[in-house]
């Protein structure tokens, strides 16, 4: 009889073998966050300011965000695998063995873990342990609410499930080479689209709201809002790309078209965000020069960043559920060299912020784009000279060898 | 014509093929048996240059494999489910496929329309996405995507697996015809030896990892000597 204690041991293997890359994402990411809060606690000299209440507001607020987060990322990990399923394995353990590893669940960890600071540099000892244990547990809670929300019938996995697909007019004018590679990648990925969205209406409402108060549009809000599509455009699509790769490498496909195109649908997702920016641009009677720069720089430089290491990354399946099926979990979090890159080109645009004058942001911001524009093709040779080199490692990784 | 000489892979030092000469000539339709673990696959792999020879080299038409990529617009293959794009339609897939060997829309028509036996009314015009496909459905569509191109090196590995009794049939005209009507080399892989011995007119005998047997075959007639090596194995 399969034991609490065997599915444990079979979730901790799973683990450290295969779901390192998603805790190292996540503690990058909680760095991250603890870099900003100090930095910012610091700067405003905060410390040990902070009211029950305030500190209760944004707590709620930051569990709401967690929430809202999960019911969009988590995916439903309830479904036995084959090998389970085809074992006596009672509902009941099966259930228990859910509830508890989401004690251990990345996305749990992560905003209770990356609020650290604001807490302990806000309160007292005492209450920021109690603030932590409770945004801990809340958010543990919370994940296991969205599981069940997300619980499929006991018979789901055994139902032959058909996703028709939807042709847009969109997908119907592209072509079927890689550029319509890309766009039904994003479109067919529900998870992968839904994310994106949600992203990006975030963004730009948060870059509404700074514009309606008053503040400078030239900060970087504009900026990431128009980084999200490309970011996942060029990201995600390798991983799609990697579990049919041994496909495209025995055609005449050179590896360089599918960096070229996604370049490519990344400018057209950034010219969409862009037009998408316009009406705010108009409304608070902002000079569009400041729009037209960030959009010229994000087309033309931004991918280029995302697209550093693309090929390290691991195959994403968009359709299997099962609970011990790793594929694609680390990238359903992120890229680190993409992040990396991002983060690195967040610090050089928050320095032209704050160093520059106003024009000479446009115009470096324009030149950056358009120098972006004008290197892509010795770069993305670079790329695939990179690739090539080491295809057979990563095409062995693909393979899961 | 593909051309192996001192081909070896190991995994974690362990030999898994080692072939130090073998020469397919061009329109010979090849069968390649053996048990699991044989390195058919292994083989095919490293033809396709999908995996790093320890040693040695794969050419095709002169060319190594893994120096020059001039095989790909004469070759066509499928090995399993990652040569499919599973999130396409298989109007999107074939279509993906005419784009990358510069197939115009018409001619992709009529070339499919030779295929409409093996895909009975169930495979196109459907509207659903490979993924959603049978595993057998799924299977003709990697069959069909691998010959539609016409190529004059063609590589299958286990086509029949999947494959209802009629399909097996079909699939087995189809790749007898396109050897005949258009000359093209073809190796072909499976467990079964009937399938094999009925199209083929060579076929290689894999055994951990080094060829056994490398004869000449009439189509259609049993092999005692290979049925003889499988009894045994089975009884070893």
């Given at each position: 009889?399969?034991?609490?204690?065997?599915?444990?041991?079979?979730?901790?293997?799973?683990?450290?073998?295969?779901?390192?890359?998603?805790?190292?994402?996540?503690?990058?990411?909680?760095?991250?966050?603890?870099?900003?809060?100090?930095?910012?606690?610091?700067?405003?000299?905060?410390?040990?300011?902070?009211?029950?209440?305030?500190?209760?507001?944004?707590?709620?607020?930051?569990?709401?965000?967690?929430?809202?987060?999960?019911?969009?990322?988590?995916?439903?990990?309830?479904?036995?695998?084959?090998?389970?399923?085809?074992?006596?394995?009672?509902?009941?353990?099966?259930?228990?063995?859910?509830?508890?590893?989401?004690?251990?669940?990345?996305?749990?960890?992560?905003?209770?873990?990356?609020?650290?600071?604001?807490?302990?540099?806000?309160?007292?000892?005492?209450?920021?342990?109690?603030?932590?244990?409770?945004?801990?547990?809340?958010?543990?809670?919370?994940?296991?609410?969205?599981?069940?929300?997300?619980?499929?019938?006991?018979?789901?996995?055994?139902?032959?499930?058909?996703?028709?697909?939807?042709?847009?007019?969109?997908?119907?004018?592209?072509?079927?080479?890689s550029v319509?590679?890309q766009?039904?990648?994003?479109?067919?990925?529900?998870?992968?689209?839904?994310?994106?969205?949600?992203?990006?209406?975030?963004?730009?409402?948060?870059?509404?709201?700074?514009?309606?108060?008053?503040?400078?549009?030239?900060?970087a809000?504009?900026l990431v809002?128009l980084c999200?599509f490309s970011s996942l455009a060029t990201q995600?699509g390798f991983?799609?790309?990697?579990?049919?790769?041994?496909?495209?490498?025995?055609?005449?496909?050179p590896v360089r078209r599918l960096l070229e195109d996604k370049y490519a649908f990344s400018g057209f997702l950034t010219v969409?965000g862009g037009?998408?920016?316009?009406?705010?641009?108009?409304?608070?009677?902002?000079?569009?020069?400041?729009?037209w720069s960030r959009m010229i720089f994000v087309a033309g430089l931004a991918p280029l960043a995302f697209l550093v290491k693309p090929f390290v990354c691991?195959?994403?399946?968009?359709?299997?559920?099962?609970?011990?099926?790793?594929?694609?979990?680390?990238?359903?979090?992120?890229n680190?060299a993409a992040l990396l890159s991002f983060i690195l080109m967040a610090l050089a645009i928050a320095l032209i912020?704050?160093?520059l004058?106003?024009?000479t942001q446009e115009y470096l911001l324009t030149g950056l784009g358009v120098a972006g524009f004008l290197a892509r093709k010795p770069f993305f040779a670079w790329v695939e000279r990179c690739f090539l080199r080491e295809?057979?490692?990563?095409?062995?990784?693909?393979?899961?060898? | 014509?593909?051309?192996?000489?001192?081909?070896?892979?190991?995994?974690?030092?362990?030999?898994?093929?080692?072939?130090?000469?073998?020469?397919?000539?061009?329109?010979?339709?090849?069968?390649?048996?053996?048990?699991?673990?044989?390195?058919?696959?292994?083989?095919?792999?490293?033809?396709?240059?999908?995996?790093?020879?320890?040693?040695?080299?794969?050419?095709?038409?002169?060319?190594?494999?893994?120096?020059?990529?001039?095989?790909?617009?004469?070759?066509?293959?499928?090995?399993?489910?990652?040569?499919?794009?599973?999130?396409?339609?298989?109007?999107?897939?074939?279509?993906?496929?005419?784009?990358?060997?510069?197939?115009?829309?018409?001619?992709?028509?009529?070339?499919?329309?030779?295929?409409?036996?093996?895909?009975?009314?169930?495979?196109?015009?459907?509207?659903?996405?490979?993924?959603?496909?049978?595993?057998?459905?799924?299977?003709?569509?990697?069959?069909?995507?691998?010959?539609?191109?016409?190529?004059?090196?063609?590589?299958?590995?286990?086509?029949?697996?999947?494959?209802?009794?009629?399909?097996?049939?079909?699939?087995?005209?189809?790749?007898?015809?396109?050897?005949?009507?258009?000359?093209?080399?073809?190796?072909?892989?499976?467990?079964?030896?009937?399938?094999?011995?009925?199209?083929?007119?060579?076929?290689?005998?894999?055994?951990?990892?080094?060829?056994?047997?490398?004869?000449?075959?009439?189509?259609?007639?049993?092999?005692?000597?290979?049925?003889?090596?499988?009894?045994?194995?089975?009884?070893?």
């Open positions: 009889m399969t034991t609490l204690k065997t599915l444990l041991r079979l979730f901790f293997r799973q683990f450290s073998k295969e779901r390192k890359r998603e805790f190292i994402a996540i503690f990058v990411l909680v760095a991250y966050f603890w870099f900003i809060e100090i930095f910012s606690i610091l700067k405003a000299g905060a410390a040990e300011k902070m009211s029950p209440s305030t500190a209760g507001t944004v707590l709620l607020v930051v569990l709401l965000l967690d929430f809202f987060l999960k019911l969009i990322q988590q995916h439903d990990n309830t479904v036995m695998d084959a090998f389970l399923k085809t074992r006596p394995i009672p509902q009941k353990l099966w259930n228990r063995f859910l509830r508890l590893s989401h004690c251990w669940e990345p996305l749990n960890l992560m905003f209770p873990l990356g609020l650290l600071p604001i807490w302990f540099f806000t309160l007292p000892f005492g209450r920021a342990l109690l603030m932590f244990v409770a945004s801990y547990l809340f958010s543990v809670a919370g994940g296991i609410v969205v599981m069940r929300l997300k619980r499929r019938g006991p018979y789901a996995p055994e139902k032959a499930k058909v996703h028709k697909t939807h042709d847009s007019a969109l997908t119907g004018r592209v072509r079927m080479g319509g590679l766009v039904k990648a994003l479109l067919r990925s529900k998870r992968l689209m839904v994310s994106g969205l949600l992203l990006s209406a975030s963004f730009y409402f948060y870059f509404l709201a700074r514009v309606a108060d008053g503040r400078s549009s030239r900060d809000m504009l809002f999200v995600y991983s799609m790309e990697a579990r049919f790769f041994n496909g495209l490498w025995t055609k005449p496909f969409l037009l998408l920016a316009l009406p705010v641009f108009l409304f608070y009677h902002i000079p569009l020069w400041v729009l691991v195959p994403y399946d968009p359709f299997n559920p099962a609970h011990f099926n790793s594929a694609g979990r680390t990238q359903g979090t992120f680190v912020h704050a160093f004058p106003s024009d295809r057979h490692l990563y095409m062995d990784k693909y393979n899961g060898q | 014509m593909i051309t192996i000489s001192q081909l070896s892979k190991q995994y974690h030092g362990k030999t898994v093929l080692d072939v130090p000469e073998l020469t397919l000539e061009d329109g010979q339709l090849v069968g390649l048996v053996g048990n699991n673990g044989a390195g058919k696959t292994t083989m095919m792999r490293l033809m396709l240059d999908l995996i790093r020879a320890t040693s040695g080299s794969v050419s095709i038409d002169g060319a190594r494999v893994d120096e020059d990529p001039i095989w790909k617009y004469s070759t066509g293959s499928f090995l399993d489910a990652s040569f499919l794009i599973d999130f396409y339609t298989p109007e999107e897939f074939f279509a993906f496929i005419a784009e990358a060997y510069s197939i115009a829309p018409e001619e992709l028509s009529r070339r499919l329309a030779q295929y409409e036996t093996l895909m009975s009314g169930e495979i196109l015009g459907t509207k659903k996405m490979i993924h959603d496909f049978s595993n057998g459905n799924r299977q003709k569509i990697g069959i069909i995507g691998a010959m539609l191109v016409n190529p004059r090196v063609l590589i299958l590995d286990e086509p029949f697996n999947y494959l209802d009794p009629s399909s097996q049939i079909v699939v087995a005209k189809l790749i007898r015809r396109m050897n005949r009507e258009l000359g093209t080399t073809v190796l072909v892989s499976s467990h079964n030896l009937n399938s094999i011995s009925d199209i083929c007119d060579r076929i290689l005998l894999l055994d951990k990892g080094r060829l056994l047997m490398d004869k000449v075959h009439v189509p259609g007639e049993e092999d005692a000597e290979l049925e003889a090596y499988f009894l045994d194995a089975a009884g070893r």
